[in-house]
């Protein structure tokens, strides 16, 4: 199974990984052909791209974290949850909702724990009208992860999971048209938005029972590590250990999301930019710690070498996070070659790695899978 860029989809494809839409129902099924309507519905709702399975990709395995089905629940909760707290009134619903919340965070705790030694290769399929919810529950899952990976016990992590779940709740109270523009904010405007974190912080507790520590993680996922951040300017450990590690998760997964205002980072390019703001806007140390856990080039993704070969990851190495090994498909010319492997942990003369696609590859032969 490898991962192809919309703009990489051709008619004939196989699809490697069924495809939900925004009600959770099945848009499209595994194993099923790629058509023209169907990369432009997959185009239309923001999708990134999709799997697909093929001769060249059908021997690598892509593990998740956790499952795509307590993905899809818990992705459709805090949607209620959301949305019943921009209708600001109580309710039998609303408490549902939050109990409900609070058992699926438990299941992600559960899982992740589970396969703690798996290393998160995440690129995320994500649509733009949902966006803020799959946003929180990618969030609970990399500060999860982030949090093992520095010895947290099971209770933290599940306070951890669930502010980091919550933490942009806030964002229901803030006007949905500056929160949706595609241009530049005024001052004003981006004085407004800063305010969600307070927003969040005052209506979790004032409406839930949730712990101490979720609540201020929700309040200072802005903060920056040099105390220039939002809304009180903490700085280093001041800024609580929730609030720092949720920080990291919101702006990873928020970068390499396509938004109204610019296309998606690469997973690369994220992870380039938190180890570039180390001591800046991050924890130097937590920032160590992530890029164990999450994969500059996730497995599956298509990848460029510095003697122009081309080939798709199938593992990564916590030791060597930039380093993985790479089964080679096309030559440096683009002509196909009976698939090897580098591991780039130990080739050292292979120094760069692209982010690229490779499409044309998979047409009609379905066959050779077998």
């Given at each position: 199974?490898?991962?192809?860029?919309?703009?990489?989809?051709?008619?004939?494809m196989y699809v490697g990984k069924s495809l939900f839409d925004r009600n959770n129902q099945l848009l499209l099924s595994k194993g099923s052909v790629v058509q023209k309507s169907y990369i432009d519905k997959i185009y239309k709702m923001g999708y990134q791209g999709i799997y697909v399975e093929d001769y060249i990709s059908s021997d690598i395995e892509v593990k998740d974290i956790i499952s795509d089905e307590l993905r899809r629940n818990t992705v459709n909760t805090i949607k209620n949850v959301f949305i019943e707290a921009e209708n600001d009134k109580k309710s039998s619903k609303k408490m549902n909702n939050i109990n409900e919340t609070k058992s699926l965070v438990t299941d992600i705790v559960d899982q992740i724990l589970e396969n703690q030694d798996t290393i998160v290769n995440l690129i995320d399929l994500k649509m733009f009208d949902d966006y803020t919810f799959y946003h929180c529950v990618n969030v609970a899952v990399l500060s999860i992860v982030l949090g093992t990976s520095i010895g947290l016990n099971k209770e933290k992590l599940y306070n951890l999971g669930l502010g980091a779940i919550l933490h942009d709740i806030g964002k229901m109270f803030v006007d949905s048209k500056i929160l949706n523009k595609n241009g530049k904010l005024t001052k004003e405007e981006y004085k407004h938005i800063q305010k969600h974190s307070e927003y969040g912080y005052n209506y979790l507790k004032e409406t839930f029972e949730i712990p101490l520590s979720s609540y201020i993680g929700v309040l200072q996922h802005h903060e920056k590590y040099d105390g220039t951040g939002y809304p009180s300017n903490r700085a280093k450990d001041d800024i609580s250990l929730f609030g720092r590690i949720i920080g990291i998760a919101d702006v990873y997964d928020?970068?390499?999301?396509?938004?109204?205002?610019?296309?998606?980072?690469?997973?690369?390019?994220?992870?380039?930019?938190?180890?570039?703001?180390?001591?800046?806007?991050?924890?130097?140390?937590?920032?160590q710690n992530f890029v164990k856990k999450v994969a500059p080039f996730p497995v599956g993704t298509c990848v460029e070498l510095s003697n122009r070969y081309k080939g798709i990851v199938v593992e990564n190495y916590e030791e060597a996070c930039c380093r993985p090994k790479i089964k080679i498909v096309l030559d440096d010319n683009n002509n196909e070659v009976d698939s090897f492997y580098y591991n780039l942990k130990d080739q050292k003369e292979l120094r760069n790695v692209t982010i690229t696609s490779i499409s044309d590859l998979s047409i009609g032969n379905l066959e050779k899978c077998n």
């Open positions: 199974m490898r991962f192809v860029p919309v703009n990489g989809l051709m008619e004939g928020a970068l390499t999301s396509t938004r109204p205002y610019r296309k998606a980072l690469l997973p690369s390019e994220a992870i380039e930019y938190i180890m570039a703001n180390g001591g800046i806007m991050f924890d130097v140390n937590l920032i």
